[in-house]
């Protein structure tokens, strides 16, 4: 086991698959003590039980204010401190800004903004009395925009505004709390995988071209890709760095 985190106390949500799993596996390798939560309560136990005595599972709906509020009391009673946040669940549905409809607009925002805006408030309360590092997983769809993915957009756009936002009251309070966005590219997680199985092999073939020749590096990256940058803010390496935004994308927004 590393020691880049050593005695430190993490919580990273969705954390049952994807982004979510190999950040909470690559911090609990450098000696973080690590919360996994999703909504996916099996599922995260498994990835909970898989890694060890270092990792523990909660049942958590991000978008439920009352049960960040409980969730990190529990874990300041058990652990006596929080030093790392991820904000990383996050749900994808498409549509245009023509035909998205209102309910799906608003089940993105629900989870993949508001939720952001609970997590990081509850983790300013719980860390300005010994600083820390708030990591709010964002996406290059929050930096240019896709046609089809208004609400996504929109969502991630928002936070990596917001993330801004508390950088600099946390900077101005003297907190000692860092706060950055996240800004993956496209990323072989199972959500993703899943939606190209889905796809015919002609349509496969006509994404899968124009996805790798849009990537200057390319390939698509992978899981871990975006958990060694989150293991960086998350890190004492980064100690200058808030408000920063750390694109992880082989080079696809460098066009």
């Known amino acids: ?83 790392i946040v991820v904000n990383n669940a996050g749900i994808a549905l498409t549509g245009s800004a023509e035909d998205t409809s209102l309910e799906d607009w608003r089940a993105v925002q629900s989870v993949n903004l508001d939720a952001v805006f609970l997590g990081t408030r509850a983790a300013i309360r719980a860390m300005k009395h010994q600083g820390g590092s708030i990591i709010n997983i964002s996406s290059i769809e929050g930096i240019i925009g896709e046609p089809r993915a208004a609400a996504y957009n929109a969502s991630k756009g928002g936070v990596r505004i917001f993330t801004k936002s508390a950088a600099l009251h946390c900077a101005s309070e003297g907190y000692g709390i860092r706060v950055n966005s996240v800004h993956p590219g496209f990323i072989l997680t199972p959500m993703v995988e899943n939606g190209l199985g889905a796809l015919s092999p002609e349509e496969l073939a006509a994404v899968e071209a124009r996805l790798l020749g849009e990537i200057p590096l390319g390939a698509m990256g992978e899981p871990e890709d975006i958990a060694n940058g989150c293991l960086f803010l998350a890190s004492d390496e980064s100690k200058y760095m808030t408000g920063s935004e750390l694109v992880i994308d082989g080079g696809y927004t460098a066009h």
């Open 1 to 83: 086991m590393a020691s880049r985190l050593k005695d430190k106390v993490a919580l990273v949500t969705g954390a049952a698959s994807g982004l979510g799993e190999a950040t909470a596996r690559r911090f609990a390798h450098e000696g973080a003590q690590v919360y996994l939560t999703d909504i996916n309560q099996a599922a995260v136990q498994a990835v909970a039980d898989s890694i060890g005595d270092s990792a523990q599972a909660h049942y958590q709906d991000v978008t439920d204010e009352a049960a960040w509020e409980t969730l990190i009391a529990e874990i300041l009673a058990a652990s006596g401190r929080l030093d």
